[in-house]
C-alpha cells in the first residue's frame, strides 16, 4: 500500500491547549480519512475529507484536504483530557483500492 | 443500530497451532474488510470481502485466509501460527466496498497473543 508519513508522532499537551498534526503522501489521495483509537477499542472515524481544498469541522476538530491532494492536517482546539488517545490519517490513492493508514499521533492532555 | 462485532475478543495461542476470528458487520453492509495492527507496523490491510467474495488482497502470506457468507459476516484464519502474527485484527464494514468514498466502521478487534 501507499505509505503515509504522519507527524508528530507523540504530542504530550496541557488542557485548553491547541494541536495540530498532519500526514503526507507519496501519491495523489482522492479520499482522506482522520480517525481517533482508544486504548482497546477499534478505530473510530472523525472527518471524511473528499474534495482538494475541503475544510471540514467536527466540534472542537477541524481538517483539511491539501490542494495538492497529497497531504491532509487535523486541528484540535481547546483540547480537554477526553481527547487523548492515538489520531490516525487514512487515505485512498487513485489506483488504490485498501485504506492506507499513517502510523499515528499519540496524544495526551494535562489537566 | 448494532457496530460491527468481532469475536472473541481476547485469545491465547502457541506456535503451530491455528485460529479463525469471526466479525459480524453492521446490518446492510456487503464489505468486510480486515486489517493487522501491530506497534511496528502499524494498520496493514489484510483483505477486503463483497458478496462472498474476495476482492482484494494485501501483502500477507497464505497462512492468512478469509471468507465472508451470505449473510455478510467473515471470518478470517491464521494457519500455522507464528510469534509475530501476534497483533489486534481489526475487522471494518462498508456500505458499498469501493475505493475512493468508502468509510470503514471498525470493530473493537480481536486481540492474539503467540506465545
Known amino acids: 500500500g501507499q505509505q503515509l508519513n504522519q507527524s508528530p508522532q507523540s504530542m504530550f499537551i496541557q488542557e485548553g491547549e491547541d494541536v495540530s498534526m498532519n500526514c503526507t503522501s507519496s501519491s495523489i489521495f482522492n479520499t482522506w480519512l482522520w480517525y481517533k483509537q482508544d486504548p482497546g477499542e477499534g478505530p473510530v472515524l472523525l472527518i471524511a475529507l473528499y474534495k482538494a481544498g475541503e475544510l471540514t469541522s467536527n466540534g472542537r476538530l477541524t481538517a483539511q484536504f491539501g490542494i495538492t491532494r497529497k497531504d491532509s492536517f487535523l486541528n484540535i482546539s481547546a483540547s480537554i483530557p477526553s481527547d487523548v488517545g492515538i489520531y490516525f490519517c487514512a487515505g485512498y490513492s487513485n489506483s488504490g483500492y485498501a485504506l492506507n493508514f499513517g502510523k499515528g499521533t499519540s496524544l495526551l492532555v494535562t489537566p | 443500530k448494532a457496530g460491527v462485532t468481532q469475536t472473541p475478543r481476547y485469545l491465547i495461542k502457541t506456535r503451530g497451532q491455528q485460529v479463525t476470528l469471526s466479525c459480524s458487520p453492521i446490518?446492510?453492509?456487503?464489505?468486510v474488510s480486515w486489517y493487522q495492527q501491530t506497534p511496528g507496523q502499524g494498520l496493514q490491510f489484510l483483505f477486503e470481502?463483497?458478496?462472498?467474495?474476495?476482492?482484494n488482497k494485501g501483502n500477507f502470506p497464505g497462512r492468512f485466509s478469509g471468507r465472508q457468507f451470505s449473510n455478510s459476516r467473515s471470518e478470517m484464519n491464521v494457519s500455522t501460527l507464528e510469534l509475530g502474527d501476534s497483533a489486534l485484527y481489526l475487522c471494518?464494514?462498508?456500505?458499498?466496498?469501493?475505493?475512493?468514498?468508502?468509510?470503514?466502521?471498525f470493530g473493537a478487534g480481536s486481540r492474539l497473543t503467540v506465545l
Open positions: 470481502y463483497f458478496s462472498e467474495t474476495q476482492r
Open positions: 471494518a464494514s462498508s456500505l458499498v466496498g469501493s475505493a475512493g468514498a468508502n468509510v470503514l466502521t
Open positions: 446490518s446492510g453492509h456487503r464489505s
